[in-house]
């Protein structure tokens, strides 16, 4: 999504996209990745504080996007995951920013292992108290981050262990390579949080272009 403006709007209600999924781990695991996913937008500052109000998840105040295009792009592109989470399709969740022209500058990474049986239950309780971490870490992370140079543009992009069946599954057309210019060098990775659960495993960190890459990238 380009840098715009967005205008803020009056609703402090508990949205249903905030709502805790009893059951699946996969479904849990989905809505956690939406959560996640704003609180990472508006760490960034992509868009200005007012596009974001506060929310409670997991006990931890997040923060939710209010402009609906917005909101609704992060909702689609993490619920269009569910099927495939749900089959062990899916490796890395990433949200990536780019410059202007489109060469990757920072990735967000959640990296995912789902044992099976993918429909196994979890203690509510404790699963809630690993991922509330990650959360809790993403709100202090800024230091880590770098700064968006002018022109900016971001997407949340999924990485597959296997190719699903297109003949079988319409949403796989969603799912297509972006044109992007990719890193050459292995990327500099700082880890931000990782848990290990079963059924559940999940890392979040954090990768930057290394120093060789940023010197090819300037010649």
Known sequence: MDRKNVTPQDNNSYGREFHFFEGQTARILVEFLEVAINC????????????????????????????PQLDNYIHSATSELLPFIQKGLIERVAVIFYDKDHIPVERFVFKLVISQPYSSTVEENDLQFALRAFLLKLTVSKP????????????????????????????????????????????????????????????????????????????
Request: charged residues 25%; aromatic residues 10%.
């Open 144 to 219: 880590l981050t770098k700064s968006l140079p002018p022109g900016s543009s971001w997407e949340i992009t999924a990485y597959f262990r296997a190719l699903p069946d297109e003949n079988n599954d319409t949403k796989v057309q969603m799912w297509v390579p972006t044109d992007t210019k990719q890193w050459l060098q292995p990327p500099c990775i700082i880890p931000i949080k990782s848990m290990s659960s079963e059924p559940l495993k999940v890392q979040l960190y954090i990768e930057h272009p290394s120093p060789t890459e940023l010197k090819d990238q300037n010649r």
């Open 40 to 67: 990472i937008v508006f760490l960034k500052g992509f868009y200005p504080a007012g596009a974001f109000e506060r929310r409670r998840y997991m006990n931890v105040v997040v923060q939710k996007a209010r402009h």
